[in-house]
């Protein structure tokens, strides 16, 4: 009986590392026109903030002229911007929400 011996040849694997994408800030900012209950209605449907959390975003936009809406990848943050535009707009309010890349 002869027993064979193999040798297996083990392939270098090249583990491929992704980067994570880019963050961006989706802020409101203040105006001295819309009204704070449309701003807190936004901030609920739009953004899914409890009310207790999107009055807290509504108090910061008034008093120090913006607030954070959240902190999204570029696509969902450019759609949100583009809705509460539109909305704020439809409803005649001056509102305007911006991004920027978060740090």
Do not use: K, W
């Not at 270098?12 to 963050?23: G, K, L, R, S, W």
């Not at 105006?31 to 910061?60: C, G, H, K, N, W």
């Amino acid at each position: 009986m002869v027993d064979h011996i193999t040798q297996h040849e083990h392939d270098t694997e090249t583990i491929a590392t992704v980067d994570e994408p880019p963050m961006y800030q989706v802020i409101l900012l203040n105006d001295d026109f819309t009204p704070m209950d449309f701003v807190v209605r936004i901030l609920v449907e739009l953004f899914y903030l409890s009310t207790e959390q999107a009055e807290r975003v509504m108090l910061e936009v008034h008093h120090t002229g913006r607030g954070l809406c959240g902190i999204f990848t570029r696509e969902i943050a450019e759609t949100r911007v583009a809705q509460v535009n539109q909305v704020a707009r439809q409803n005649e309010h001056p509102l305007l929400c911006v991004m920027e890349r978060a740090p």
